[in-house]
C-alpha cells in the first residue's frame, strides 16, 4: 500500500552538482505533478504531467527537467543546481480528472550549498 | 493569474471548540475544491473535498463552499490538539486536474 514513493528523502548539493529526484505510483493514476514548498510561498507546481508521453510547465520550472518514464514513475532533474533552489520537494498523483485529488508523497528535503 | 488566499495564522482555538478555516479563491470557473491537512516536517493529506454549493460534512469536519461569493471553508467541531497542522486549500479549476494552492492556515489547538 506504497502509494506515491519519493526517493531520496534527503540529500544536500553543492552549487553546480545535478541531481535527479525519483517519484513513483502504485495507484495507476494518469496525471503526475512536481511541487516545491518553501516557507511562506506555499506549494507551487513545477513541472506536471497530465497522462503518459506528455509534459507541461507549471508556475515555477526554470531549473528544472522532467521525465515521464512510463505511466508509474514521473522523474525531475537539477541540472546545474543552485542555492534558490533549496527546498522541500512533493511529487503527487491523481486519476487525472477535475474532481479528483491529487495524493502526495512524502517529500525530498533538498540543501545546496 | 489564479490566485487562492488563505489567513496565515497562526488560529488559536481551546480544546473542544470549533475551529473555522476560510479560503477565497480567484478563478469564478473553479470547480473542485480541496481541503489538505499537513503536519510540521510532512507531507500533505487529502481530508475534504467538495465540488456543489453548501455543506458538506464528513466526521468532525464540515466544508461549506459559496461559488456565488468564491469562498470556501473548513470548520472543525470539538477541536483536539492533533488537530494542530497547517491547513492548505487547494483550488480547481483546468483541465489536466492542476491545482492551485493557498499558502495555509496554521491552526493551534491548546489543551
Known amino acids: 500500500n506504497a502509494g506515491v514513493t519519493q526517493t531520496p528523502k534527503f540529500q544536500v548539493l553543492k552549487t553546480g552538482q545535478s541531481m535527479t529526484l525519483q517519484c513513483a505510483q502504485d495507484?495507476?493514476?494518469?496525471?503526475m505533478y512536481w511541487y516545491r514548498q518553501d516557507p511562506g510561498m506555499g506549494l507551487r507546481l513545477i513541472y506536471y504531467s497530465a497522462s503518459e508521453g506528455t509534459t507541461d510547465k507549471g508556475e515555477v520550472p526554470n531549473g528544472y527537467n522532467v521525465s515521464r518514464l512510463n505511466k508509474r514513475e514521473f522523474s525531475l532533474r537539477l541540472e546545474s543546481a543552485a542555492p534558490s533552489q533549496t527546498s522541500v520537494y512533493f511529487c503527487?498523483?491523481?486519476?487525472?480528472?477535475?474532481?479528483?485529488?491529487?495524493?502526495f508523497g512524502d517529500g525530498t528535503r533538498l540543501s545546496i550549498l | 493569474q489564479k490566485e487562492v488566499e488563505q489567513n496565515s495564522g497562526p488560529l488559536s482555538v481551546p480544546e473542544g471548540a470549533i475551529a473555522s478555516l476560510n479560503c477565497t479563491y480567484s478563478d469564478r470557473g473553479s470547480q473542485s475544491f480541496f481541503w489538505y491537512r499537513q503536519y510540521s516536517g510532512k507531507s500533505p493529506e487529502l481530508i475534504m473535498f467538495i465540488y456543489s454549493n453548501g455543506d458538506k460534512e464528513d466526521g468532525r469536519f464540515t466544508a461549506q463552499l459559496n461559488k456565488a461569493s468564491q469562498y470556501v471553508s473548513l470548520l472543525i467541531r470539538d477541536s483536539q490538539p492533533s488537530d494542530s497542522a497547517t491547513y492548505l486549500c487547494?483550488?480547481?479549476?483546468?483541465?489536466?486536474?492542476?491545482?492551485?494552492f493557498g499558502g495555509g492556515t496554521r491552526l493551534m489547538v491548546k489543551p
Open positions: 495507484m495507476n493514476h494518469n496525471s
Open positions: 503527487a498523483s491523481s486519476p487525472g480528472t477535475e474532481d479528483q485529488p491529487q495524493h
Open positions: 487547494a483550488v480547481n479549476g483546468n483541465a489536466g486536474n492542476m491545482l492551485t
